[in-house]
């Protein structure tokens, strides 16, 4: 789901940053509804509510579909604003030394935009990650539910619920780990 977050949410970006006339708008109508409707609440539109009118997905697609559409809303936000902290003056530079729009962005702005974007990306990947806890809604068998179910057999929710908070701590752990790795890494060539 985040590669297709990260694909959706750079077109977006870009449409939006572009200002093309009509996808502009519609990149922003979609960012405004999928940013201002709850996870849960898109999840049960796609899974429950777009059968009564013919379009039926399996559990996983339905799941994939939204948690993409989600997520993708917030990553174009953070890349757009990350090509919009880029000052002007280096596209400048970069028009006077004769290369096009494509190579401009390709090797100038998008560089620097990607390690700005890299915290909020970050986050909204550790987001996704505990937002699968959701999934269960719609009949996935995902560390939530798979919680649930023992806890109905040990009658023991507790005990169960603090594992599986832990374990989710462990992954957000991780990959804030490697998150901060990768700045360091992006960051690497900057002068302190």
Same mark, same amino acid.
């Given at each position: 789901?985040?590669?297709?977050?990260?694909?959706?949410?750079?077109?977006?970006?870009?449409?939006?940053?572009?200002?093309?006339?009509?996808?502009?708008?519609?990149?922003?109508?979609?960012?405004?509804?999928?940013?201002?409707?709850?996870? %849960?609440?898109? *999840?049960?539109?796609? /899974?429950?509510? &777009?059968? !009564?009118?013919?379009?039926?997905?399996?559990?996983? =697609?339905? $799941?994939?579909?939204?948690?993409?559409?989600?997520?993708?809303?917030?990553?174009?936000?953070?890349?757009?604003?990350?090509?919009?902290?880029?000052?002007?003056?280096?596209?400048?530079?970069?028009?006077?030394?004769?290369?096009?729009?494509?190579?401009?962005?390709?090797?100038?702005?998008?560089?620097?935009?990607?390690?700005?974007? %890299?915290?909020? *990306?970050?986050?909204? /990947?550790?987001? &996704?990650? !505990?937002?699968?806890?959701?999934?269960?809604?719609? =009949?996935? $068998?995902?560390?939530?539910?798979?919680?649930?179910?023992?806890?109905?057999?040990?009658?023991?929710?507790?005990?169960?619920?603090?594992?599986?908070?832990?374990?989710?701590?462990?992954?957000?752990?991780?990959?804030?780990?490697?998150?901060?790795?990768?700045?360091?890494?992006?960051?690497?060539?900057?002068?302190?």
């Amino acid at each position: 789901s985040f590669v297709f977050a990260l694909i959706l949410g750079t077109l977006t970006a870009l449409v939006r940053y572009g200002r093309v006339p009509v996808l502009s708008q519609l990149g922003l109508l979609y960012v405004w509804v999928f940013r201002g409707t709850p996870l %849960l609440v898109q *999840l049960f539109i796609v /899974f429950f509510g &777009l059968p !009564k009118i013919g379009i039926t997905f399996e559990a996983w =697609t339905a $799941a994939i579909i939204t948690l993409s559409l989600n997520t993708g809303a917030y990553a174009s936000e953070a890349i757009r604003a990350s090509i919009s902290s880029i000052p002007k003056g280096q596209w400048e530079a970069a028009q006077t030394l004769n290369l096009t729009g494509p190579q401009i962005f390709g090797r100038v702005i998008a560089p620097q935009a990607y390690r700005i974007a %890299l915290p909020p *990306l970050g986050n909204d /990947f550790i987001d &996704l990650v !505990k937002g699968t806890s959701l999934l269960s809604t719609i =009949t996935i $068998a995902e560390l939530f539910m798979t919680g649930q179910q023992i806890a109905s057999r040990t009658y023991e929710p507790l005990i169960m619920y603090v594992q599986v908070a832990f374990i989710y701590l462990i992954i957000s752990t991780v990959l804030t780990a490697l998150q901060s790795w990768l700045e360091k890494r992006t960051s690497a060539y900057i002068a302190k």
